[in-house]
């Protein structure tokens, strides 16, 4: 159902949604915010950890994405516990934290240049205890490419240090498949 969107073919990797839900599950997360929904892939595996009672808030730039991400947790049978919010995904962030949201987990996949913003607004959005995860850390080895250099580069190594070293967080990068770093936040 991507193609035909216009849609980018990219979604995380199958261990990674396996490691979401197990993740999601695992903390008793109640309140999810997912930054870039893209197709619903990941927001499925996210609401599979849910409890009947949680809920997903999905950020998404284009509403046909979101509109496809929709239709994939409606048939998922998640349809009911998934919010989107359409737009800049830092406006969304904002909103947010104007409302004073607070979130249990945090799942980012977005466009890489912001991760540093989107971690700084999940942290300071972040239940104690909350975690937070985002994926591509490795942006297909350029990051660990001393040669590589470009804004998308240096913003994921800013992030990537962030997650590992704020004294805010506990966390570290799990080097499979294209890098997922995983923090808590204190």
Do not use: H, W
């Not at 239940?127 to 994926?135: F, H, K, M, S």
């Not at 850390?137 to 997650?163: C, H, W, Y």
């Not at 704020?166 to 770093?181: C, E, N, V």
């Amino acid at each position: 159902m991507t193609a035909e969107k216009g849609m980018p073919e990219i979604a995380i990797a199958p261990g990674y949604g396996r490691l979401l839900t197990l993740l999601v599950k695992a903390t008793g997360a109640a309140r999810v915010l997912e930054i870039g929904a893209l197709g619903g892939y990941s927001g499925i595996c996210l609401a599979r950890g849910l409890a009947p009672e949680g809920t997903l808030t999905s950020l998404e730039l284009k509403q046909e994405f979101a509109d496809v991400a929709r239709a994939n947790l409606s048939e998922a049978g998640f349809g009911g516990q998934v919010e989107y919010r359409i737009g800049p995904a830092l406006d969304s962030l904002a909103q947010l934290k104007a409302e004073g949201q607070r979130f249990d987990f945090f799942f980012i996949d977005a466009d890489k240049e912001n991760y540093p913003n989107y971690l700084e607004y999940a942290i300071e959005l972040a239940n104690p205890g909350a975690l937070i995860v985002g994926d591509n850390t490795f942006l297909r080895g350029r990051t660990l490419n001393s040669d590589k250099n470009g804004p998308s580069v240096q913003a994921i190594r800013r992030f990537n240090e962030t997650m590992a070293t704020d004294d805010r967080l506990i966390g570290t990068i799990l080097p499979a498949y294209d890098g997922l770093a995983v923090a808590m936040v204190k």
